[in-house]
């Protein structure tokens, strides 16, 4: 039964692998730059930015350029995520219907997917922290952690809009219009000790904002995020994730027939 069980854990795991590598090649595939695409935008997005916003808030964030950066690497990770999963049944609506695979991998393989894209923009991360004088010391050891946390978060947001897309096609540009909301929500590029107190809430109850702070905690501020926001930040994580796999669970047969 042990064996078995590994076996077939290791066939999941050469499925994700499989279909991660040809997302990646589809995603590159005419481009002749490809990876280094990923490394590349959040570098020209943050110096467009820093150019635009750095003089307007330069009185409220200091070293606004990493201030953005670590918004923008993280929201990215979790839009990629959930977006391109989205699609995933859809996508591989052959596969699934000719082959004896969780669905559950289809899902995965597309946030693990972002994951790999999201390695690579770190290595842009990296030399602006030398450039900008950040120091590098142990609390960024504590990166892993957030970002595996905001990966459970986006897996059960993923499962959820995965089933939602097969039976409902616009929720694909419904959830668009919710990301622009969702990213003015998340202080990317601005000071949130400028908001009207209300406002302020609003924000900090933000599970990606939550993610983010606890990033410029650890890179800006060389400590521990508060421990309110840690809390807060896991109990939005686990939350999802047991909401989406719940649902993605109790919806597998009615997305065969729907298939």
Not at 236 to 253: C, E, V
Request: charged fraction near 15%; hydrophobic fraction near 50%; include cysteine.
């Amino acid at each position: 039964m042990k064996r078995s069980g590994n076996r077939r854990l290791n066939q999941y795991l050469f499925v994700i692998r499989e279909l991660t590598g040809r997302e990646l090649k589809r995603k590159y595939s005419r481009s002749r730059l490809g990876v280094i695409w990923s490394i590349l935008n959040p570098l020209l997005n943050m110096a467009v930015l820093s150019m635009i916003f750095s003089t307007m808030f330069k009185r409220s964030i200091e070293n606004f350029p990493v201030y953005y950066l670590c918004g923008s690497v993280l929201w990215g990770l979790f839009t990629t995520s959930t977006q391109t999963a989205m699609t995933s049944l859809v996508d591989n609506k052959q596969m699934l219907i000719k082959v004896k695979i969780p669905m559950q991998v289809f899902v995965i393989s597309r946030v693990y997917t972002a994951f790999v894209n999201f390695i690579y923009s770190l290595i842009a991360f990296v030399p602006i922290l030398i450039v900008f004088h950040i120091r590098l010391n142990e609390t960024l050891l504590l990166l892993p952690f957030i970002v595996l946390w905001e990966l459970l978060f986006a897996m059960g947001i993923s499962y959820m809009l995965s089933i939602g897309y097969v039976f409902f096609g616009d929720i694909r540009h419904l959830y668009g219009i919710l990301l622009t909301l969702w990213m003015y929500l998340s202080a990317i590029f601005y000071p949130v000790n400028k908001l009207p107190k209300e406002m302020v809430t609003v924000v900090a109850n933000n599970p990606i904002y939550l993610f983010i702070d606890s990033m410029r905690w650890v890179v800006l501020e060389h400590s521990l995020p508060p421990g309110r926001t840690v809390f807060k930040m896991i109990i939005w994580s686990i939350l999802a994730y047991l909401a989406g796999s719940l649902i993605f669970m109790k919806s597998k047969n009615k997305i065969m027939q729907k298939l």
